[in-house]
């Protein structure tokens, strides 16, 4: 009963910014975090940043000081700003969140994910 709908990724040069958005829909009772991921061809999946219910935040090592998660409570919203976006940042990107329903226990929901491509 719980969806993770994204949107916002697309075609960037290096150097650009992209603001991804993960919106939870649903019977939503509680959101324990939300967490962005990405995959590029022929790699492993790989955590990218994640925010708690206390808002604390974790960023990879290779996006530190240019990605920022963010969430808007009000609208169940998460958002990713990726600053100074680099060839390397090309990838799919995918929302995940630990979601309690008011029919269920928590359990974890995937987005469907949104292609990133940046440019040299």
């Known amino acids: 009963q719980v969806q993770l709908v994204e949107s916002g990724g697309g075609l960037v040069q290096a150097g650009g910014s992209l603001r991804l958005s993960c919106a939870a829909s649903?019977?939503?009772?509680?959101?324990?975090?939300m967490g962005w991921y990405r995959q590029a061809p022929g790699k492993q999946r790989e955590l990218v940043a994640v925010?708690?219910?206390?808002?604390?935040?974790s960023y990879a090592d290779s996006v530190k000081g240019r990605f920022a998660i963010s969430r808007d409570h009000a609208k169940n919203t998460v958002y990713l700003q990726m600053n100074s976006l680099k060839p390397e940042d090309t990838a799919v990107y995918y929302c995940?969140?630990?979601?309690?329903?008011?029919?269920?226990?928590?359990?974890?929901?995937w987005g469907q994910g949104t292609q990133v491509t940046v440019s040299s």
């Open positions: 649903g019977s939503i009772f509680s959101i324990n975090h």
């Open positions: 995940n969140g630990v979601i309690q329903s008011k029919a269920t226990i928590p359990r974890n929901y």
């Open positions: 925010l708690t219910s206390a808002d604390t935040t």
